[in-house]
């Protein structure tokens, strides 16, 4: 009788702190880690030499989507995506591609240019808010193109996008990250193919 | 009496079935513009690609391999490079921001010779872009389940129509001209009726207008 009344109570025990565990991750904030497969842009590569610096708030980008009662809802980190993508891009734009620490860093380089991405605005749209049947990611960039100095060259403001639609077993977090890759991918794109036609740019590569 | 209860339960459940899998048959209707002469070798290959520009719907990958892989069966088979394996290859060219929306932005985009060279390197000689999706509507009906001591079931009907519209462009790389046209329309009604266990009499709508859509392609690539 002891014997059951013990398997019973351990049972209950087991029952509650399982009740519990659901209803705090319910609550709880979702965390979604930006991974995808980033391909190497197939395109003509300019005689460049280039120092790319990340600085650490595009290492440790994050962004907090919030409920509508202002209630963290969901955290994206996509600081290690977007080094991953420029790693992708920077070399098949450029003959060579050196990461360095710091801005400073750069001078002893000897390259003709440094460029340090900077992430100015993230938004997200998800179904439940918009009542659309897509999940869109918006971000927005500024590019900055310095000389090994530090001299200003360019400084543009680029802007990607992706969408990914609903679908009956995709958990809200994959949607998430499904519509973070295309923005990212869309970013890819659209840099590596507008480079040489930002003005700036453009003036600085025909004064070489 | 319980015979007769018995007898009636099983003549309504199989006229419900019967009336269900009669209607839930799919209308397919397939047109075909063709604008130029076609044909391929068997060295050559096409590839699928989906419209994903719309901002309120994409023409689903599923859909897309679908189409592709019943290209590559049966009589008249064609090479069909996967969809993605090529985007990735191509990239950044084939993006939803930067593909080619006219086949004359084809031209421009085939005066890349990175890109030129990672086509010859495929063998494409076709680029069918598939735009289109499957909208369901005219939902009506409700269906009650509910759980007892004794038991639990569904009781109800639910039904509602779906419809799937896609167009096929073809372009000829060679030729760097779209070289026709084909839709494919296909509509149908679901029914869900529920005497305890839901029956879902679904119509398999997108399957069917994939199935007639690589059909109708093959031959229209093949130049029959």
Known sequence: MKLVNATNKAILSRLTILFLTGLLTACGTSNVVIEGYFPTPNINKM?????????????????????????????????????????????????????????????????????????????????????????????????????????????????????????????????????????????ASSFSLSFAQIPEVRDWLSNL | MKTITTIKLIKLSASLFVVGFLANCTSTTVDEFRQGETGIESDQSIVILGRRQASDYETRSEFVECVGERMTRGEGAINVVPEQEFIDAMFPWFEPRT???????????????????????????????????????????????????????????????????????????????????????????????????PIPLIARVEANACSRLATQLKDFVNGS
């Open chain 1, 47 to 187: 005689p460049l030499s280039v120092a790319v610096y990340y600085d650490d708030s595009l290492r440790e980008f994050a962004y907090m989507e919030y409920s509508e009662t202002g209630r963290e809802e969901i955290n994206i980190e996509s600081g290690l995506s977007h080094i991953q993508l420029f790693n992708a891009v920077l070399p098949a734009m450029f003959d060579q591609v050196v990461n360095v620490n710091s801005l400073e860093d750069a001078v002893s380089q000897n390259v003709d240019a440094v460029f340090a991405p900077a992430i100015e605005e993230f938004q997200l749209a998800l179904p439940a808010k918009t009542k659309l049947d897509v999940y869109e990611v918006w971000i927005k960039y500024n590019m900055r193109l310095l000389t090994s100095e530090g001299d200003y060259i360019a400084d543009w403001v680029l802007t990607s996008y992706g969408k990914t639609p609903t679908e009956t077993f995709r958990s809200v977090e994959d949607g998430i990250n499904e519509a973070a890759v295309v923005a990212l991918r869309d970013l």
């Open chain 2, 99 to 197: 593909a080619p929306l006219r086949s004359r932005d084809l031209e421009q985009l085939m005066a890349e010779d990175v890109v030129a060279r990672k086509m010859n390197e495929f063998g494409i000689r076709y680029i069918v872009w598939v735009d289109g999706r499957t909208e369901t509507s005219g939902r009506t009906g409700s269906i009650s389940c509910a759980v007892g001591p004794a038991g639990g079931g569904c009781f109800g009907f639910g039904t509602w129509e779906d419809d799937a519209n896609f167009d096929a462009r073809v372009w000829d790389v060679s030729s760097l001209r779209n070289v026709g046209t084909i839709n494919t329309d296909a509509t149908g009604q679901s029914y869900l009726p529920a005497l305890v266990v």
